[in-house]
T-cell receptor, first 108, second 115 residues
């Protein structure tokens, strides 16, 4: 079993839609959680960190449920520019593990 | 401000050849990482170095060796390349000292093809 699992998608949604991604992790010792965005096999870029209390950055909301070992990302009012692969990332003791990514395509 | 510099950008090898991918960071980061990414997949951790002088295996270490030459440099060596090692390789670094310091800074990647 992979340590970090994501629905691979692809998700194909119209502009303006709300889309949600889920991620589960297997190591209960995991300390930190992130969402990264990757465009066309370029290097991934940090989208946002995920905190236990949940956090929001503009149209993006991230949630963490430590009891269920589950992370989510919600994108509201999606834009064409949101088309990318979204990677769930979990870390513990300097080890940083990526999920396999969820591909999102926004159509006009 | 270079950040993470990774060389080469492209490489073609024949099966059985060896090569070393070089990575250097100028941000005084403690931790460095090597990942590989195959088509349709996320990044898989090959090896990492939590601090100068230490290295640890990641998810897919077989067929690779690493050297943390100093705090700046972390190299990845393929001793006998195999077609299964055809991939895009990313080097990354992180301060890693707490939740606010774990952002990964990536190099631009190496496209490696093994024929």
């Amino acid at each position: 079993r992979k340590e970090v699992e994501q629905d691979p998608g692809p998700f194909n949604v119209p502009e303006g839609a709300t889309v949600a991604f889920n991620c589960t992790y297997s190591n209960s010792a995991s300390q930190s959680f992130f969402w990264y965005r990757q465009d066309c096999r370029k290097e991934p870029k940090l989208l946002m960190s995920v905190y236990s209390s949940g956090n929001e950055d503009g149209r993006f909301t991230a949630q963490l449920n430590r009891a269920s070992q589950y992370i989510s990302l919600l994108i509201r009012d999606s834009k064409l520019s949101d088309s990318a692969t979204y990677l769930c990332v979990v870390s513990w003791a300097s080890k940083i593990i990526f999920g396999s990514g969820t591909r999102l395509s926004i159509r006009p | 401000n270079a950040g993470v510099t990774q060389t080469p950008k492209f490489q073609v090898l024949k099966t059985g050849q060896s090569m070393t991918l070089q990575c250097a960071q100028d941000m005084n980061h403690n931790s460095m990482y090597w990942y590989r990414q195959d088509p349709g997949m996320g990044l898989r951790l090959i090896y990492y170095s939590a601090s100068e002088g230490t290295t640890d295996k990641g998810e897919v270490p077989n067929g690779y060796n690493v050297s943390r030459l100093n705090k700046r440099e972390f190299s990845l060596r393929l001793e006998s390349a195999a077609p299964s090692q055809t991939s895009v390789y990313f080097c990354a670094s992180s301060e890693f000292g707490g939740p606010t310091n774990e952002k990964l800074f990536f190099g631009s990647g190496t496209q490696l093809s093994v024929l």
